[in-house]
């Protein structure tokens, strides 16, 4: 599962950095590979929580049902994604898991057995979540250029501005990995501590942007395309926000994968079915692995189908939409809500469109994909239901 | 990422810049056209006409690929109406310009002397108005770039406001060469409805190059 999450999700990060020339296929997948098993390992732990037992009441769940149940999710959701990866369908790792869980706690169980509230505070999400990510990224679309293109000397600004956004990332990293989420390494720290430690790591990370962007080579002005120049500047930004999406990435999606496989383990090691244990470092640490495996492996082929196209989103709109994209999934991961990478991308894309920044937006692409997300959960569910069953009678 | 470069379609700028290259460069044979008039050499008024059939049939193609880039379900950083409407006026410099030719080659028009000087003026003024529009038309990419606002707009208002007053010079120019025509009504006799009209043709396509700056302001305002 988590092998298909990384060779599914990783071009969602990077894809268009590789697309507009700012990294080299193995230099992406290096880059991924780091950042994805970090926000996994550093900050994946809330959301894995609430795949493992927030989305089903776990008073009424037998030790049986759950490891058949998780195994049947995983499947179905395994399932589902390498079906849709065969065929080109954007769907969501996210959205199967969810429904899958749904699904055979419903049906296996009852639906009293489900947790109705936790689950339509994911449902809300995937309104929400677009939604923020998509005025997130119109603001910050009209910041760059309120505060770079739209002065006398573009230049100087980017480089003035630019490591302020080095600043945010960093601090909002720092910050999601440093407040309770360290609690596997016995790290726990509270919120003014995770505060301070978030702020050096800002200050570091300006420093550090600010040395990159100083050197950075723009190259020779064209005539005729005055802001050529501003927009390699951007790419730096745009590396930057790429790693802050991948981060994101791994810290929300890799519960998608170790949820299910938590609870299983639970229970085999005879803790239960509510037990308190926590998500074990080494658990969340296999996710990674899985996941940058997936990355190593066939990630690959996706990127370069992604580096050949030539894309219209120059650096400085992939920079507004992948640093909102960033900040909604880092915002969900911390409150322990699984959200989709895909729907937060198109919804910062969607706002950056809004801002007139981007010439043209397929709306019918829009609907696809939603309409994709829509079907996921229902087939999901029905795929979990059929592995349950199936699993029930193979293995007892 | 695929559902990425699908979400994003592809940009229809560049083509509208392609589309006023064209159309421009049926304009810039109006000159030489007006010269092989004046020395009555019809081989070359046949060889210029020629040249502009074959650019405006390039500007007709890239139309026609507009065209079917902007289906509804865009979600356009221009608005579509606005769009298109610079689009035709871009190809009614291209169409102007084939009229002129053809009208002279069919009539084997031989220009007069004395029209010769007011006519040539009046072309190569109507010329530099059209390369303005297309170093307007060329900012389009910019304007994107900024979103429409601020620094980058003020620049476009600004040349779309001097291409206004190159517009009225030629009105001008069109004038005077009209008075000598009419000076000389009785000695050309029914040419003169002719040399008429490829006069006000002329005049027309910095009209048309005008009307291109004009659609753009709209569209900047949104």
């Known amino acids: ?55 089903l009441d776990m008073n009424l769940v037998t030790e049986e049902a759950i490891l058949y149940g998780m195994l049947a999710a995983l499947a179905s959701a395994a399932t589902l994604l390498l079906a849709a990866t065969r065929f080109g369908l954007p769907v969501s790792t996210t959205h199967s898991i969810v429904g899958a869980i749904v699904g055979f706690g419903a049906i296996a169980i009852g639906p009293d057995a489900v947790n109705w509230a936790k689950v339509g505070q994911i449902v809300l999400s995937w309104l929400t979540s677009p939604l923020l990510s998509g005025v997130l990224a119109f603001a910050i679309f009209n910041l760059t250029r309120r505060a770079v293109l739209d002065r006398p000397d573009p230049m100087t600004e980017v480089r ?35 505060l301070g430690g978030s702020v050096v790591l800002g200050l570091v990370g300006m420093a550090f942007g600010y040395f990159v962007l100083r050197r950075v080579d723009a190259g020779e002005e064209v005539e005729g395309n005055r802001f050529g120049q501003v927009e390699r ?77 030539i894309t219209e989103l120059t650096p400085s709109r992939g920079f507004s939409a992948e ?28 706002g950056v469109g809004m801002a007139r920044g981007i010439a043209a937006i397929d709306l019918r692409v829009v609907g696809s994909i939603v309409a994709s997300w829509v079907a996921t959960l229902p087939i999901a569910a029905a795929l979990a239901i059929f592995f349950f069953y199936f699993f029930k009678g193979l293995l007892s | 990422m695929a559902w990425i470069d699908k979400l994003v379609g592809r940009s229809p700028i560049e083509p509208m810049q392609e589309h006023m290259k064209a159309a421009v460069a ?40 507009i065209r079917n880039h902007l289906p509804r379900r865009f979600m356009l ?49 109507v010329v530099a108005a059209c390369k303005l529009a297309e170093s307007i038309i060329n900012e389009l990419d910019e304007l994107l770039e900024t979103g429409f606002a601020g620094r980058e707009s003020s620049r476009v208002e600004g040349m779309i406001a001097d291409l206004g007053r190159l517009e009225t010079e030629t009105d001008e120019l069109q004038d005077r060469c009209c008075r000598v025509l009419f000076g000389m009504e009785d000695e050309l006799g029914v040419a003169t409805v002719y040399w008429h009209r490829l006069v006000l043709w002329i005049a027309t396509i910095a009209d048309h190059a005008e009307r291109v700056g004009n659609r753009l302001r709209l569209l900047i305002a949104h």
């Open chain 2, 77 to 125: 950083a221009i608005e579509r109406r606005d769009l298109l409407e610079v689009l035709e006026s871009q190809d009614s410099i291209a169409d102007v310009a084939q009229d002129i030719a053809e009208l002279a080659d069919q009539r084997g028009m031989v220009l007069p002397e004395n029209l010769r000087e007011p006519v040539e003026a009046l072309a190569s003024r």
């Open chain 1, 160 to 194: 003035r501005v630019g490591p302020f956004f080095f600043f945010y990332v960093f601090f909002i990293m720092g910050l999601v990995t440093l407040f309770k989420g360290l609690k596997n390494l016995k790290l726990d720290l509270d919120l003014p501590e995770a």
């Open chain 2, 26 to 65: 049926c304009a810039e044979q109006i000159p030489e056209l007006v010269a092989a008039m004046s020395i009555g050499d019809l081989e070359a008024i046949a060889r210029v006409r020629a040249k502009i059939d074959e650019r405006e049939h390039e500007a007709d193609g890239i139309k026609n690929e």
């Open chain 1, 233 to 309: 500047v951007f790419v730096v930004l745009q590396i930057l926000t790429a790693c802050a999406v991948a981060f994101a990435h791994g810290s929300n999606d890799v519960a998608n994968s170790i949820g299910p496989l938590a609870a299983v383990v639970s229970v085999v090691e005879g803790g239960g079915v509510a037990a308190k244990a926590p998500v074990e470092p080494w658990m969340l640490a296999v996710g990674g692995l899985g996941i940058v495996l997936g990355l190593g492996t066939w990630g690959y082929r996706v990127m370069e189908t992604v580096g050949k196209k």
């Open chain 1, 1 to 55: 599962m988590a092998w298909a999450i990384g060779a599914n999700d990783v071009a969602n990060a990077m894809g268009t950095s590789v697309g507009s020339g700012a990294l080299t296929i193995r230099g992406a997948i290096i880059v991924a590979a780091v950042l994805e098993f970090g926000g996994a390992f550093l900050a994946g732990g809330h959301v894995t929580n609430t795949v493992r037992k927030g989305m």
């Open chain 1, 323 to 350: 640093l909102a994209a960033a900040t909604t999934i880092v915002l969900a991961s911390r409150m322990g809500i699984p959200i989709s990478t895909t729907h937060t991308l198109v919804g910062a894309v969607l």
